[in-house]
Nanobody
Framework: QLHLVESGGGLVQLGGSLRLSCVAS??????????IGWFRQAPGEGRERVSC????????NYADSIKGRFSMTRDNGKNTAYLQMNNLKPEDTAVYYC?????????????WGQGTQVTVAS
């Protein structure tokens, strides 16, 4: 069974950095077959897609709210995706989730991790 586990969240001060990881297991294909997305949901808010990398190299996109501050990468050999978050702001406080879908970011994401909490103190 395909399973995603996020880690790396925590409490950080304004302007600090965190690196989130998403490890996939139980894959029926190599990780490079999948698009991987990072999402977040703040209390009382809807879910926002933060970033996504498609199966095609170089196909990474970011939400305007985090452009220039967050960077997403993937290591297919380790079945892991990362989200490097720099210059964090209180509005970045949320539960962060990773998810995967076949091939492209435009497909519906159907496998999700349990989430990791990020809290940014001002």
């Amino acid at each position: 069974q395909l399973h995603l586990v996020e880690s790396g969240g925590g409490l950080v001060q304004l302007g600090g950095s965190l690196r989130l990881s998403c490890v996939a297991s139980g894959l029926t294909a190599n990780l490079d077959y999948y698009a991987i997305g990072w999402f977040r949901q703040a209390p009382g808010e809807g879910r926002e897609r933060v970033s996504c990398i498609g199966s095609t190299p170089g196909s990474t996109n970011y939400a305007d709210s985090i452009k220039g501050r967050f960077s997403m990468t993937r290591d297919n050999g380790k079945n892991t995706a990362y989200l490097q978050m720099n210059n964090l702001k209180p509005e970045d406080t949320a539960v962060y989730y990773c998810a995967i879908t076949p091939l492209i970011c435009e497909n519906d994401f159907n496998v999700w991790g349990q989430g990791t909490q990020v809290t940014v103190a001002s």
